[in-house]
């Protein structure tokens, strides 16, 4: 399915504007709890083009809290079950993630480039990640929040950050993920970005609570022409 490059659409899930907390998506496919909306799957459909799957992660809705994706492959938190694996298997090569800290899509922010990951995330877990995901990964926080997916949105096109981040981590956000990084909110001065959107390279959906200034900061840091 192929969506209109550039565009960005505002919509929620079941009236809630963080979408990235129960969605997730890379350039092929989402994935949005079993109760989400035809609208929100029409717009998942028309602004990043990908195919949409319905599933839990863990028996819960939370699947952009835990579950983080690239093109190559996904990391889910350890306590997915064996046929929520086999349903994401059918899509990308799966990886459970044995850590303490088990919440993937709130502790991995990824792109086909590079990865951040939750610094205090095990070593162990460091390197299945870096190997699922086939990217090289750095460990560190973003405007002091180690939950990095949480604060940032990153697609092969851009990063959009914290608006508290600082210039030098903006620098090395670019150098890891290749591409332009720029900072800013959602959903009305939101500063948690990567839970108030859902985003590829073709198009982003954001919380409907997003103004024009936020979405045009958006459009920019993401390159959505």
Known sequence: MIGADGMLKLSSYNGV????VYCRANEEFAIVPNDASIDLIDDLKE?????????TIAGTNLNGALLAMNSYGAVVTSMVTNAEVERLSR???VARLDDRLNAAGNNILVNDNGAVINPEIHPD?????EEV?????VQMSVA?????GSVCVATNKGVLCHPETKRDDVETLRSIFKVPCAIGTLNYGSPMVGAGILANSKGGVVGYR???IELGRTEDALELY
């Open 17 to 20: 504007e963080f979408l990235g």
């Open 47 to 55: 602004a990043l083009g990908v195919e949409v799957e319905h599933s």
């Open 91 to 93: 899509h990308i090569t």
């Open 125 to 129: 877990s460091f390197r299945l990640i």
């Open 133 to 137: 995901l086939q990217v090289e990964a």
């Open 144 to 148: 002091g929040h180690k939950t990095v």
């Open 210 to 212: 997003s103004t024009p």
